[in-house]
Nanobody
Framework: QVRLVESGGGLVQAGGSLRLSCTASGRTYAMGWFHQAPGKNREFVAAIGDSGVRPLYADDVVGRFTISRGNAKNTVYLQLDNLKSEDTGVYYC??????????????WGQGTQVTVSS
């Protein structure tokens, strides 16, 4: 069983920044981040392949969020800059064989809370 461990959430003022991290046990996977706002469905934020090239982003985070791989290729970061109140919610890390934007990855983390105050 693949285990994903997330960290880095917290409370930040609008316009601020946070960095989320996710480490997968075992080998390198394609990995993605999803956001679930209160009362809403889980939505795609960003994803990156096992090679780390050509990441994908949701339109509303382009230019504000950056996904990257660490030196340990089974760790992925999500840098959140210029945060807005609508970015509030739980951020989930996911892993699988290929990069997809649907919430259909094979493995999921427990989620980390991000709260943006206005």
């Amino acid at each position: 069983q693949v285990r994903l461990v997330e960290s880095g959430g917290g409370l930040v003022q609008a316009g601020g920044s946070l960095r989320l991290s996710c480490t997968a046990s075992g080998r390198t996977y394609a990995m993605g981040w999803f956001h679930q706002a209160p009362g809403k469905n889980r939505e795609f934020v960003a994803a990156i392949g096992d090679s780390g090239v050509r990441p994908l982003y949701a339109d509303d985070v382009v230019g504000r969020f950056t996904i990257s791989r660490g030196n340990a290729k089974n760790t992925v970061y999500l840098q959140l800059d210029n945060l807005k109140s609508e970015d509030t919610g739980v951020y989930y890390c996911a892993a699988g064989e290929v990069v997809i934007t649907a919430p259909s990855y094979d493995y999921w983390g427990q989620g980390t809370q991000v709260t943006v105050s206005s």
